[in-house]
């Protein structure tokens, strides 16, 4: 079992910034590929941004590449995501997610409870 907690969101003008943090505590973090969701009302939850356990390779969605950097700290059980240039469209709440693969990222893991984010034009 692993719990996850999010913090970071808030309201944020657009062009702003943001740094989202996810703790883990529960089974070995370090063994989780990790991923961060965003789900904006009316439309289903999606990946932003993942990054495996075993070398660290991440991936992007198209729309927030350049923008948005996750990192994770396994010492601290910790994943981030720095999202800078903020869009109104990056609005939503944003979910965390362990999973034990890569390929079941989004698709069986452990969900955190979400935080919220608002990007203001």
């Known amino acids: 079992q692993v719990q996850l907690v999010e913090s970071g969101g808030g309201l944020v003008q657009a062009g702003g910034s943001l740094r989202l943090s996810c703790a883990a505590s529960?089974?070995?973090?370090?063994?989780?590929?990790m991923g961060w969701f965003r789900q904006a009302p009316g439309k289903e939850r999606g990946l932003v941004a993942a990054?495996?356990?075993?070398?660290?390779?991440?991936y992007y969605a198209d729309s927030v590449k350049g923008r948005f950097t996750i990192a994770r700290d396994n010492a601290k059980n910790t994943v981030y995501l720095q999202m800078n240039n903020l869009k109104p469209e990056d609005s939503g709440r944003y979910y965390c997610m362990a999973a034990d693969y890569w390929s079941t990222l989004g698709k069986s893991g452990y969900w955190g409870q979400g935080t919220q984010v608002t990007v203001s034009s």
């Open positions: 990054i495996s356990w075993s070398d660290n390779s991440t």
């Open positions: 529960g089974r070995t973090f370090s063994s989780y590929a």
